[in-house]
T-cell receptor
Framework: EAGVAQSPRYKIIEKRQSVAFWCNPI?????LYWYQQILGQGPKLLIQ????????DSQLPKDRFSAERLKGVDSTLKIQPAKLEDSAVYLC????????????FGSGTRLTVV | AQKVTQAQTEISVVEKEDVTLDCVYE???????LFWYKQPPSGELVFLIR??????QNEISGRYSWNFQKSTSSFNFTITASQVVDSAVYFC?????????????FGKGTTLSVSS
């Protein structure tokens, strides 16, 4: 089966600019996650979707980050405006209805804010 | 609060040595899942194992083995006869079963360097 697809692979932007990342999960996976991985740290959950509804966005900096999952399939994560501390790898993951059955991660988007 | 601690930041070994990566977790739930992931230099997270809180049997898969001890809240990972290809960052993670699904809580990772 095809894996979790993410694009772009790399992105360099200046601070205060906006950026968007795209994720296409494994077909049929109802749950989609966006994680942020800062260099030297473990991934941290930003937002979790169940189909097209938000389950948990408690750690999403909502003043600058937004995410949507239209039609319960693809998802887009946006940062506007970006700050230097947003430099990180943004990982998308998907799982069947319950994440306890396993997660599949995409290759991530490495964002550098200069 | 849920927490995963990987106290070893970096480990360096020579090929064929055995190495154990430690993981200690905190949770108030009685039902939870523990995971290990490998992150090679290419960046993707590779799933290694999932263990539920009711199954304390140790598991072996080739050169990999895992020791789960609820009494000490630990889920340690051992690589036997390490190889250069084992060089990567290894993450331990915890997920708690909630009504609407689960999300992973990761430790900070242990960087394993295996030299020839």
């Amino acid at each position: 089966e095809a894996g979790v697809a993410q694009s772009p692979r790399y992105k360099i932007i200046e601070k205060r600019q906006s950026v968007a990342f795209w994720c296409n999960p494994i077909s049929g996976h109802a749950t989609l996650y966006w994680y942020q991985q800062i260099l030297g740290q473990g991934p941290k959950l930003l937002i979790q979707f169940q189909n097209n509804g938000v389950v948990d966005d408690s750690q999403l900096p909502k003043d600058r980050f937004s995410a949507e999952r239209l039609k319960g399939v693809d998802s887009t994560l946006k940062i506007q405006p970006a700050k230097l501390e947003d430099s990180a790898v943004y990982l998308c993951a998907s799982s069947p209805m319950s994440g306890s059955y396993g997660y599949t991660f995409g290759s991530g988007t490495r964002l550098t804010v200069v | 609060a849920q927490k995963v601690t990987q106290a070893q930041t970096e480990i360096s070994v020579v090929e064929k040595e055995d190495v154990t990566l430690d993981c200690v977790y905190e949770t108030r739930d009685t039902t939870y899942y523990l995971f290990w992931y490998k992150q090679p230099p290419s960046g993707e997270l590779v799933f290694l194992i999932r263990r539920n809180s009711f199954d304390e049997q140790n598991e072996i898969s080739g050169r990999y083995s895992w020791n789960f001890q609820k009494s000490t809240s630990s889920f340690n990972f051992t690589i036997t006869a390490s190889q250069v290809v084992d060089s990567a960052v290894y993450f331990c993670a915890l997920s708690e079963v909630h009504q609407a699904g689960t999300a992973l809580i990761f430790g900070k990772g242990t960087t394993l360097s295996v030299s020839s």
